[in-house]
């Protein structure tokens, strides 16, 4: 999934809306300790720290963001021209690198896997079986067959799915209207549970009703849940779906980065402006939520579909936030494939020569990334030394107890750096919404938010320092034994699923941070 959100986002144990800013030993929730940070530097004055966000798209009007949202100051908006000479015209608050410069802009895409596919078929689709493959094609010819059978199965999955969640949402709709008329709108599973009735078909929404407000699975949530499915049908897995052709460029050909428009939210804001709302809300301003960061500046990169990123836009954003002053860069997505790793990597290491610290989402397969893939990551096999500003996050929620890791997130006792809040997390959605989510999406600028926070008040750090405070000041918890990602019974020590074994905390952070 390149957008790190869990499916199914319904109530969880985490609810309250600030539940990921607050202090275990204040208010019972593992969160980050924020009025506790802010209380040490009270008497200080921050500065400016701008952050890039490559995402989906950022709704930069959004009434609890806009005034935090970067403006490209050398530019004059909306006259066509590259006023500033940085090779894009009109780039206010970023840039948009999945669109024409016609305004047209590119919203589905393939996954990585299906790319990869799609591009040897014509060759390695030729052969019947592996003994008609010529030798030193056969490694490719496995490699082929092996997509073939994941697409496959992938497709089979979510059709069967797909099917199941349609009739769900039919039988909700009725049920819900029965319910609806009774109780009005807001009914309470208290009220359904009440209702008696001989009536077997009035019993049998009431127990279905029952069961879907226990799971938090609402109208809307499943009608997402759909849309993801229907991505997946006929897009992510569909090899006759060509993705770029909106675009019109060449994918592989990297000689050029200057492509796109100055569209930054598009029609596909939601992801990236609910991780933008997450470091950088405005503050006291009585309207939504509180953003983690102070004096923040968010900047805006569009390149993330729905389907895997491509890596020329990656390797694209991360230059551009790089040459135009971000001191962090938020990437929440990640896939298993990459067709151009070392252009990745190329990136990365530039952005890590300007002092850019670099904050990745670690993942939702709920899978050993000591075994498993994510890109992009910051040691590819190629390269002698890991990315020393780069971090890898995994989700917790707030409880500190047996579900403290996120059921969804990724981990790793080698590649996972540290946990971080994203289980439940309350932040921005277009149009001036708000709005749950869940996934390592949301832990990564939950970290974001503390590396700004700590910028704004210690701007010389560098950002190999603030990698260090981050790690080091994470709150550790060596007795706590959690259930493992991916299974519903099996017990690990917490300690066990990063290399710090802990989660961020901004109290600690500041407090790390005045001792430089």
Request: hydrophobic fraction near 35%; include cysteine.
């Amino acid at each position: 999934m390149p957008l790190l959100t869990s499916a199914f986002t319904g109530p969880g144990p985490d609810t309250l809306d600030d539940w990921h800013l607050r202090d275990a030993q204040t208010h019972g929730h593992h969160g980050i300790s924020l009025q506790k940070a802010l209380d040490l530097v009270k008497d200080r004055k921050p500065t400016k720290v701008r952050v890039a966000i490559i995402d989906s798209g950022i709704d930069v009007n959004h009434e609890d963001l806009k005034g935090n949202v970067w403006i490209n100051a050398k530019e004059v908006a909306g006259n066509g021209k590259d006023d500033d000479g940085n090779g894009y015209a009109d780039d206010m608050n970023g840039w948009n690198f999945m669109g024409r410069a016609d305004g047209t802009n590119m919203e589905h895409a393939n996954l990585e896997l299906t790319r990869l596919y799609r591009k040897m078929a014509p060759e390695m689709g030729k052969y019947a079986d592996l003994k008609s493959v010529p030798k030193e094609r056969q490694a490719d010819w496995k490699k082929f067959k092996d997509m073939e059978t994941k697409i496959q199965q992938e497709l089979t999955e979510a059709g069967g799915e797909y099917q199941q969640i349609k009739g769900l949402l039919v039988f909700y709709a009725k049920a819900d209207s029965a319910f609806v008329s009774m109780f009005g709108d807001s009914y309470t599973p208290e009220q359904v549970a009440g209702v008696k009735s001989d009536d077997k078909k009035v019993q049998q929404m009431q127990a279905f009703m029952l069961q879907m407000l226990g799971q938090g699975l609402t109208n809307a949530n499943l009608k997402k849940y759909v849309e993801y499915l229907e991505g997946k049908l006929q897009y992510n897995y569909n090899p006759e779906f060509i993705d770029r052709a909106v675009v019109g460029d060449d994918p592989d050909d990297f000689s050029n980065l200057r492509y796109g428009n100055a569209d930054v939210a598009a029609r596909q804001a939601d992801h990236g402006t609910h991780v933008a709302g997450i470091v950088g809300a405005m503050r006291g301003n009585k309207l939504g939520i509180e953003g983690i960061a102070t004096n923040v500046e968010i900047m805006a990169l569009r390149a993330v579909p729905n389907g895997d990123e491509f890596d020329k836009d990656i390797a694209a954003a991360i230059r551009y936030a790089a040459d135009n002053g971000a001191r962090i860069i938020n990437m929440s997505f990640g896939k298993s494939y990459s067709a151009h790793p070392d252009k990745v990597h190329d990136a990365i290491r530039y952005a890590e020569q300007k002092g850019v610290l670099m904050v990745h989402a670690a993942g939702n397969d709920s899978e050993n990334l000591d075994k498993a893939m994510n890109y992009p990551h910051p040691y590819y096999a190629f390269q002698k030394t890991p990315c020393t500003t780069w971090l890898t996050i995994g989700a917790s929620s707030g409880t500190g107890k047996a579900d403290f890791a996120g059921s969804f997130s990724n981990y790793g006792k080698k590649t996972v750096d540290v946990f971080s809040p994203g289980v439940q997390v309350y932040s921005l959605k277009p149009d001036n919404t708000y709005e749950h989510e869940s996934g390592t999406s949301m832990a990564a600028p939950v970290t974001s938010g503390i590396a700004a926070l700590v910028l704004s008040y210690f701007p010389n750090l560098t950002a190999v320092q603030l990698k260090e405070i981050i790690l080091s000041s994470s709150v550790k918890y060596p007795k706590l034994k959690v259930t493992l990602p991916g299974t519903e019974d099996k017990m690990v020590p917490f300690k066990n699923l990063s290399r710090t074994g802990g989660v961020v905390n901004a109290y600690e952070a500041m407090k790390k941070a005045m001792t430089y």
